[in-house]
């Protein structure tokens, strides 16, 4: 039956984005739908391996955690829920929530797990595509592949709720996408009304950060005020059937939701802001206004949306050596000159050791570094932190780096305190092919009780 | 006499590879018509040039007070492989804002 109005509420936008205010919304924003998007470009090829260690697992690992929390009130007041968390095992993840559903007082429930975003096999078989970063051809990345998954598209989710299931869990899907689905699905848009999917893309969008629409990335204490930070609410969407879209956020909660901090989120991760590509339509969002209809409630128009292209990205995860890093700290007189030699004193004792790095980094904490044009540019601290960072195709080079800086301790200049060895980590990188469309075939299966 | 973004514009850092966008959205019309004028890609550029050769991109969004900027190559090879401490350069909102426009009336600040 079609609807005339839902409500959409955001309960996470990264994989580990804070747990009570999608409590929060759930209990008190009167939601039709919450989604939850829980992965960023990389993390599916961690959860890939995962998977191929244990068949059971490679569903985002805070899976258990967060669906504790968030499936028991939202089953109890009807709130459907739709989540990327299925990483690279959706039916595990489906699996898995229904064993701990009766621990957890779950209600009864039906759940759709959207497959098919996998497509490991189409990327070797097609050793020719040519990456999207550098037009290199795929090949050369196919011996270190970790995974590689398409982003699917709302249509694959709004299919996954006509089965009448209230939880739809998906492996990769594009992000925006996921708030989009069960506009679909609710008000049986045509997929190719592309104004409506221009509205309900640019609604996800801003929604998909969870906090950052509502307050996040934006507090500056005496220039960009935020009330109560510490009890920042989560945005949602009311949306119509003919494509209205007002945001706001739970009501009661902290925060604030303006023309300002829509403006910002708007922008984020947007390049042409005429032509933002999803999987769903072509996004032109370069005459959006913002209208403040009362405190913390956003009216949302000129979205305009061109065709969907016949192509889907896909992202390849692929092993890209190792990183090893360490900090130590230096206080006082000649600060900056100690940390300074102790830098000189670690790259020589690496370099007599005979350990090779493609590119090492070095900064001084409290100076240069996240974004400081040089040292010269700020007086001097009282305190500075050095940190030495390394990549290499060597496991035993990376972890050689942050063991040589901790040593600084005992065996570097004078004064050297709050040393920390990060340890060595393996390095997933990422890059991009475009595949036609046609190669990919989602499915919508059901997961039922054993 | 010159006048800091800062004092008449906010910023957001996002980031999609080895590409780093940042928006500028001025509190007025009066900071609109400065950063419009001023706050040029070439300026830009030269600002983060410590950082990256560029490109640098700039669109424009006059109805919200707003532009974009794409600074390509800015994020240390890109966020999964960078050995930046800030990989995603999430920080660099806050350089942008701290460059220096040519002089101009006062009172474009925060209203």
Known sequence: MARDKIRIGCGAGFSDDRIPPGVEIVERGDLDYLAMECLAERTIARETLDRAKDPSKGYTPVLLERMEAIMPPALRRGVKIVTNMGAANPMGAARVLREHAPDWNCPDYSCAVVQGDEVTDIMRAHPELPLMEDGAPLESLLPRMASANAYLGADVVARGFATGADLVITGRVADPALFLGPMLHAFGWSYDDYQKLANGTLAGHLLECSGQLTGGCFADPGKKEVEDLAGLGYPLADVWADGRVEVSKTPGSGGRLDVATCTEQLLYEMHDPSAYITPDCVLDVSGVTFRQLEKDRVALNGARGKPRTATYKVVVGYFDGYMGSGEMGFAGVNAVARANLGIEVVKERLRRRGMVYEEMRVDLIGMNSLHANDADWAPEPYEVRLRIAARTTDKKAAEAVGAEVRSLHMQGPTGAGGGVNFGARQILAVKSVLIPREWVSPEIVMERAA | ?111
């Open chain 2, 1 to 111: 006499m010159s006048i800091r973004v800062y004092d008449i514009a906010h910023a957001r850092a996002g980031d999609k590879g080895n590409t780093s966008n940042i928006s500028v959205t001025a509190y007025s019309e009066e900071g609109w018509a400065v950063i419009h004028r001023e706050l040029t890609p070439e300026r830009v550029l030269a600002h983060f040039r410590h950082l990256t050769p560029g490109p640098v991109r700039r669109y424009e969004l006059p109805q919200l007070r707003a532009l974009n900027f794409v600074i390509e190559n800015a994020l240390g090879g890109g966020v999964t492989r960078s050995l930046a401490i800030d990989p995603h350069g999430k920080s660099l909102s806050a350089l942008m804002l701290t460059i220096n426009l040519p002089g101009h009336n006062e009172g474009v600040g925060t209203p």
